[in-house]
């Protein structure tokens, strides 16, 4: 809760703590259930290295929003994104949280831009 507390502050993002917070509170149990994964898999000594292999691949790699948008294909790469990376749903997730919690009328000078909600909200 203080990481993300701080985070939140620092960043400063356009939607309330209540449309960030969910996400990161939900990439937290699957970190942690992927962290006792790996703990009880692997010899002590292995699972920092481990581990931070794991969440730079899972996170860093796989979870990149654009890295999503090329591997969401519907195909086999999809696939495996979906099984491997535990923040890929966040990318989806937190837009949506966004959509539904700002208000859109800021927008209406960019028609392009309202076109693209228009598609997504749909």
Known sequence: FLLTSVYFLIRQPVVSFLVFFPPFLLVTAAASGLGYMISTTFPPKH???????????????????????TMADGKTLEVVLDTLSI??????????NFLADTDLSIFSSDPEAMELIAGIEN
Request: proline content about 6%; overall charge positive; aromatic content about 18%.
């Open 47 to 69: 699972g920092p290295f481990i581990t931070a292999i794991v969440i730079f691949v899972s996170c860093g790699l796989l979870g990149h929003p654009l890295r999503v948008e």
């Open 87 to 96: 923040t890929r749903w966040t990318v989806g997730y937190y837009y949506l």
